[in-house]
């Protein structure tokens, strides 16, 4: 059995009207399910795009047979066929997830399509484990994201991870800029074993308001016998 501890916040950028992330945790019967949205900066409607891929991967991971398994490329595609669909014209949103099964035997998997990402948090340093999709086809698109039609299965990527006794950072791009200006003092706040007190650590580092929106996850997964 793993034990999963986990903090998070979301800052609004001084140059937004309104925070464009969206932090979702999902809890299933063998899983917890964590979900970072970034809204694009250039979209009308991204949290409209966001909400509508909410609706859909709870339902589809309601209705998923575990039996069968959970592929989380495959909810992932679906949801964007789903949104495409049913959403508005330009209206797109970057995401990471990260399945953590609640049985300590098996591995975690994480997916993400953007420039979101997932890390390793190692004492001295960050390790990306997501790949960014980040190429422009002007200078305000993302080639890749949630909402844009034309994506194929193939472009949903997942990767299984070994998850005890790691500690994972899930962040939007506001954040790891911010944390790449701040390298060794960012890194240090996110490996302090008291987890309560990160989100206001952070804050205190960043000291000015950020300029875009901001918004992570930080979780570490131990086993019960850890604590």
Known sequence: MSIINY????????????????????????????LLFDGASSSRNSLATIELSIQYIRDALCKASPANGLSLKTVLFETNQFVVSNGSEDSYTTYCAMLIPYDGGQPGVISSLGDSRIYRVCKDKLKQLSKDSEVFDDET??????????????????????????RFLICTDGFYNIAELNDETIVSILNDEKMAAIPGAIVNAIRNPPRDDMTYILLHVSAASDN
């Open 141 to 166: 698109h993302l080639v890749k994201c949630l909402g844009l039609s034309g994506l194929t299965e193939y472009e949903f990527e997942d990767r299984t991870l070994v998850l005890e006794g790691e």
């Open 7 to 34: 903090v998070c916040d979301s800052i609004k950028g001084k140059l937004h009207l309104r925070n464009e992330d969206r932090i979702e945790i999902i809890e299933l019967r063998r899983h917890l399910l964590f």
